[in-house]
């Protein structure tokens, strides 16, 4: 095996542990732990990529505001109950069935799916030259505006209908 | 990459570790000094002469002390808490570049990286608060992951004027785009709502609400003594050499000097050591002389006032760069 795909053997087998581990763990603010840790594998393996605006701003959102935004939440709840109960239902091993059919199946059909789009404009080559964060904001502002606007819409619907349910009163 | 290369990235990592742990011993010394005679005192006197040696009479102490652990705490997160905090300041340091040429990576996304840190460390303190398992720890943690992602926001948004102004985040590229005048004058507002920002962030007076002695004993670092309060102690002192450092490179011209005279000699370094030390000791002597806010008023001064004024900053820095064109 090559060194980069060494690298992206790691990087898959940890983040699929760390995933199994976010969704086994008792304490809940043990699992926002080990997302952390998880996010700080997929920032890296955009660095591999060579995204490193991608994987700065994979830190920042990710880890840095929504993932604290988590624990303030988990902090408030007193969970202290839900770490002496059963974790899972009782249907677990039918889940467990369904998943282990379901890679089953994954696995066998990968190898036959060939995607071959066409080479875009911006190898890597072009964006080094202008610079990752320049060229991720020229193609935003002009191709993918209407998108882009959209997604924002979007998010300023969900502020105003946060700051709606926090408002007690409304005149 | 070469073995020499590998041999370089070393060297320079090893001397600005050690530089900066050095100064972070110092740091708290100059604070006691300053302090002190700020409020008609002498400061430490006692160990060396005039208490020079203190820092390292400290450190031995904590050093040696017990370890005390609280029974319910959650270990691994308790132990594990204060090495982030360590971890994410001084690997800041990376990108900083110390004179021309001279940072361990020479990053085009340097500003984003010490962005990315800074959120980082912040766990540290609200990991702390709640693997100690104690009421006044649990609340200083709270107070500071509210605090540090609201005054993130403002301080990531003043850094966008600059980095428009220079037309690039690479640390090294803002430093050369102010070989003429220093963004300081071109970004006053910017730089008023960094400063504030960073004092907020690595939870200085008279934003020190997460630990604030009269109401929550020590905050998050109630429970901790021994070398891992030492820990905290120093990822407190080196976010603030840090963040003097990031003050410095995008507001006061980094390693720009006067270049004249008897100066034209003076190591660049020197420059920006200088002005790493004034920005500290803007920290000192706002500590000495401001009352502490009342945390109802810390949030609404981020978010009502910083906020929207670093937004419109970037507006107004877009519209006469567009119309100087």
Known sequence: MS??????????????????????????????????????????????????????????????????????????????????????????????????????????????????????????????????????????????????????????VAVVGAVVLAKRKIE | MTITDMFWIFLKTFIAVNVLLLHVAYVVYFERKVIGHMQARLGPMRVGWHGLLQPIADFLKLFFKEDIIPANADKPIFYIAPVIGVISAVSSLAVIPLWKNFSIANLNIGILYMLALSSVGAYSVILAGWASNSKYSFLGGLRSSAQVISYEISMGLSLVGVMMMSSSANLSDIVRAQSGHWFIFSQPVACLIFVMSAIAETNRAPFDLPEAETELVAGYATEYSGMRFGLFFMAEYAGMFIMSALGTICFLGGWNGPDFGIFAGVPKIVWLLLKIYGCIFFYFWIRATLPRYRYDQLMSLGWKIFIPLALANIVVTGLIKILWK
């Not at chain 1, 880890?63 to 839900?82: D, S």
């Not at chain 1, 060939?114 to 072009?126: E, H, N, R, T």
């Not at chain 1, 610079?131 to 209407?146: A, P, Q, W």
Request: charged share 10%.
């Open chain 1, 3 to 156: 060194t980069p795909q060494l690298f992206f053997a790691y990087f898959a087998v940890m983040m699929t542990g760390l995933s199994l581990m976010v969704v086994t763990r008792k304490n809940p603010v043990h699992s926002v732990l080990y997302m952390l840790i998880l996010f700080a594998h997929i920032a890296a393996l955009y660095l591999f990529l060579n995204a490193e605006f991608l994987a700065a701003i994979q830190i920042i959102i990710y880890a840095g505001a929504i993932l604290v935004l988590f624990l303030f939440v988990i902090m408030m709840l007193n969970l202290r109950k839900e770490e002496t109960e059963k974790r899972f239902q009782k249907q677990w091993p039918l889940g467990i069935g369904i998943g282990v059919v379901l890679a089953v199946f994954l696995i066998m059909i990968v190898g036959k799916i060939a995607v071959i789009a066409p080479l875009g404009p911006y190898s890597i080559d072009a964006v080094r030259s202008d610079g990752h964060i320049m060229t991720v904001g020229k193609v935003l502002y002009s191709e993918f505006l209407l998108p882009f606007e959209i997604a924002s819409l979007i998010l300023l």
